[in-house]
């Protein structure tokens, strides 16, 4: 098993813990789970996990690909994102989420990013990891 580590956008300080995102396992399938657990969150605030990917993303091969072996990697036309869960951190600010990457994903290397909402504060952390998704 397989587990990939991001630091969050703000590093550790003297005062705060360090603030971490782990994918368990990093690599999967279209339709595969994978288990997030996280860091620096406020007690009760709410995390939301989306799934994104950038413009010119390596795609995974198409059974046609397959067999044309020698011909250049297909790439993702545009970016884009889809929300895979919302779940609350717990009394300490950390966070497990069970998430299903989607079966229509075709994306080889998207990331898992995830958003600590704070409705009452301009700022909200925001961390990722990237997984490696893998033709099934």
Same mark, same amino acid.
């Given at each position: 098993?397989?587990?990939?580590?991001?630091?969050?956008?703000?590093?550790?300080?003297?005062?705060?813990?360090? =603030?971490?995102?782990?994918?368990? $396992?990093?690599? /999967?399938?279209?339709? @595969?789970?994978?288990?997030?657990?996280? *860091?620096?969150? %406020?007690?009760?605030?709410?995390?939301?996990?989306?799934?994104?990917?950038?413009?010119?993303?390596?795609?995974?091969?198409?059974?046609?690909? =397959?067999?044309?072996?020698?011909? $250049?990697?297909? /790439?993702?036309?545009? @970016?884009?994102?889809?929300?895979?869960? *919302?779940?609350? %951190?717990?009394?300490?600010?950390?966070?497990?989420?069970?998430?299903?990457?989607?079966?229509?994903?075709?994306?080889?290397?998207?990331?898992?990013?995830?958003?600590?909402?704070? $409705?009452?504060?301009?700022?909200?952390?925001?961390?990722?990891?990237?997984?490696?998704?893998?033709?099934?």
């Amino acid at each position: 098993m397989h587990s990939a580590t991001a630091s969050g956008s703000a590093g550790p300080t003297a005062t705060g813990p360090i =603030k971490a995102l782990i994918a368990s $396992p990093s690599e /999967t399938i279209p339709g @595969g789970a994978i288990t997030l657990d996280g *860091t620096g969150c %406020a007690p009760g605030e709410e995390v939301l996990i989306e799934i994104r990917w950038d413009r010119g993303a390596k795609t995974l091969p198409s059974a046609e690909g =397959k067999k044309a072996q020698g011909q $250049p990697a297909t /790439t993702a036309a545009a @970016g884009g994102r889809d929300k895979l869960a *919302t779940v609350v %951190a717990r009394s300490d600010g950390s966070f497990t989420a069970r998430i299903t990457v989607p079966v229509s994903m075709v994306i080889n290397e998207p990331g898992l990013w995830t958003q600590c909402l704070k $409705p009452a504060s301009a700022q909200m952390l925001v961390q990722h990891v990237s997984i490696l998704v893998r033709s099934s």
